[in-house]
C-alpha cells in the first residue's frame, strides 16, 4: 500500500473508537459489569464515544444512569433480566428472536460464517455463539484485527447484515419495555443508536 492509499488518523481513529463500542458492549452485556467498568463509566466524558451527535444523547443517559446506580443494583439488574434458572426475563441470543427458539438454524449459519472466518467457540465460555456478547466481539475482531483478508469493511458488514441487524431492535425493544430494567434500557437506547449509526455506514459502502 502506498502513502496515498493509507487511511487517515481520523478514519483510524473512529476505527480504533467502533472497535472500544463493540468491546464495551460485548463487556456489559457478557456478565453483571465489574466495579471497575463501572467506574470508568462513570467518570467517562459526555460527548459520544464515536464520532456522530447521533450517539451523544444516548450515550449520555447511559451514563448518567450509570451513575445514578450502585454496582449492587446493576449487577442484581442484570442477574433478574438474564440470570436465574429457566426461561430469562430477556433473552440475549439471536436465535430466539430470529427464529423463536434457542439453538435453531440461525445458530447453525452463524457458526458457519465463523468457520470460514477461522473463528470458533472457546469451549471454556459458558454461552452459544449467538449471544449478543460474543457478536460484538467478532464485530470488534474485523475491525481491528491483524488480518486483513479477515479484518475489513466488506466481512464486517457481511457479518454485521446477517447476525445483527435482524435481531438487534427486537433486543432493544424488549430491554426498553421492562419494567425493571433501569440500566439495561439505557444501555439499549445507546445500542440501538450505535447500530442504526453502523448500518448507516455500511449502506455508503454501496
Not at 89 to 105: A, T
Not at 145 to 154: H, K, P, R, S, Y
Request: contains cysteine; proline residues 6%.
Amino acid at each position: 500500500m502506498s502513502p496515498t492509499d493509507a487511511p487517515s488518523s481520523s478514519a483510524l481513529d473512529e476505527e480504533t473508537a467502533r472497535a472500544e463500542v463493540y468491546g464495551l458492549l460485548a463487556a456489559l452485556t457478557y456478565a453483571p459489569p465489574t466495579p471497575e467498568l463501572l467506574s470508568q463509566l462513570r467518570v467517562a466524558a459526555t460527548e459520544a464515544p464515536a464520532a456522530g451527535g447521533f450517539l451523544e444523547e444516548p450515550w449520555r443517559e447511559l451514563v448518567a444512569q450509570t451513575r445514578a446506580m450502585t454496582d449492587e443494583a446493576i449487577a442484581a439488574e442484570y442477574d433478574s433480566l438474564f440470570g436465574g434458572v429457566g426461561k430469562p426475563e430477556v433473552y440475549l441470543y439471536g436465535s430466539h428472536y430470529l427464529s423463536g427458539f434457542l439453538n435453531e438454524k440461525p445458530l447453525v449459519a452463524l457458526r458457519h460464517d465463523l468457520a470460514e472466518l477461522g473463528l470458533a467457540r472457546d469451549e471454556s465460555m459458558p454461552e452459544t455463539e449467538d449471544h449478543i456478547a460474543c457478536l460484538c466481539e467478532v464485530m470488534r475482531y474485523l475491525i481491528a484485527g491483524d488480518d486483513v483478508a479477515v479484518a475489513n469493511l466488506t466481512r464486517q458488514r457481511a457479518f454485521y447484515a446477517a447476525h445483527l441487524q435482524p435481531w438487534v431492535n427486537p433486543l432493544c425493544d424488549a430491554l426498553a419495555g421492562h419494567p425493571r430494567a433501569r440500566f439495561y434500557a439505557a444501555l439499549a437506547g445507546f445500542l440501538r443508536a450505535f447500530a442504526s449509526v453502523e448500518a448507516q455506514g455500511f449502506d455508503m459502502l454501496d
